[in-house]
Nanobody, 124 residues
Framework: QVQLVESGGGLVQAGGSLRLSCTTS????????MGWFRQAPGKEREFVAA???????TYAGSVKGRFTISRDNAKSTVYLQMNSLKPEDTAVYYC??????????????????WGQGTQVTVSS
C-alpha cells in the first residue's frame, strides 16, 4: 500500500513563495509518475503539475512559469516550488501517484494513490 503525506502549506502574501513536499512510503517511488492537483472551495479538483518517472514535466497553463515540480527518488519525495503566488492559487493541494508512466497525467483518473492534502492560502 502506497501512502502519500504532503507538507509545506500555509498562509503567504501575494507575490510570496511556498514549497510543498510529498513523501511516499514503499520502495517503488521511482517507478511512479507523480502529480499535484488543487481544489478550491466550491470548485472541481484541477491539475497543477506532473512529473514522469524519467523527469519530464508538464504544467497547467495557469501556473506555468511560476511553479516548478521536481522529484528526489532517493528521498521518495516530490516537490512543488510555488513562486509569485496569487490569491487565486488558494486551495487545498494534493499530491498523487500513478503507476502508469504514459498517457495524460492531467487526468485525475490515472492516479491510484492520493495524499490527504495541505492548505495553501494566499492573501491579497
Amino acid at each position: 500500500q502506497v501512502q502519500l503525506v504532503e507538507s509545506g502549506g500555509g498562509l503567504v502574501q501575494a507575490g510570496g513563495s511556498l514549497r510543498l513536499s510529498c513523501t511516499t512510503s514503499g520502495r517503488t517511488f521511482g517507478r511512479f509518475a507523480m502529480g499535484w492537483f488543487r481544489q478550491a472551495p466550491g470548485k472541481e479538483r484541477e491539475f497543477v503539475a506532473a512529473i514522469w518517472s524519467g523527469g519530464s514535466t508538464t504544467y497547467a497553463g495557469s501556473v506555468k512559469g511560476r511553479f516548478t515540480i521536481s522529484r528526489d527518488n532517493a528521498k521518495s519525495t516530490v516537490y512543488l516550488q510555488m513562486n509569485s503566488l496569487k490569491p487565486e492559487d488558494t486551495a487545498v493541494y494534493y499530491c498523487a501517484a500513478s503507476p502508469r508512466n504514459y498517457g495524460d497525467l492531467r487526468d485525475r483518473s490515472r492516479y491510484d494513490h492520493w495524499g490527504q492534502g495541505t492548505q495553501v492560502t494566499v492573501s491579497s
